[in-house]
Nanobody, 119 residues
């Protein structure tokens, strides 16, 4: 059974940084691309960044380009999201998941981790 636990969120001032972590189990982590998603209040969940199986290829959403970076540690079945120069509009609940497993109906959403950006 797929198990995903996000952590690392919190309250940070504009311009600050956070590093989110996503610990996974229950599937062969190294063979799946992974992604971080964000759900802002009143909005749909949206893709923020994704990373290939080996970590060589990454994509980030345009509004976070140059500020966020996704990485993974296949030895520890963990994916990270480094968030720098945070803005109020980056706030929301951040989730990670394997897009393919979601599409196949083999994964569900974790509890996410709340990011609040405010002075």
């Amino acid at each position: 059974q797929v198990h995903i636990v996000e952590s690392g969120g919190g309250l940070v001032q504009p311009g600050g940084s956070l590093r989110l972590s996503c610990a996974t189990s229950g599937f062969r982590f190294s063979v799946y691309s992974m992604a971080w998603y964000r759900q802002a209040p009143g909005k749909q969940r949206e893709l923020v960044a994704d990373i290939s199986t080996g970590g060589r290829f990454t994509n980030v959403e345009e509004t976070v380009l140059g500020r966020f970076a996704i990485s993974r540690d296949n030895g520890h079945n963990t994916v990270y999201l480094q968030m720098n120069s945070l803005k109020p509009e980056d706030a929301g609940v951040y989730y990670c998941n394997a897009p393919t497993l979601l599409e196949q109906g083999r994964s569900s959403w974790g509890q996410g981790t709340q990011v609040t950006v405010s002075s």
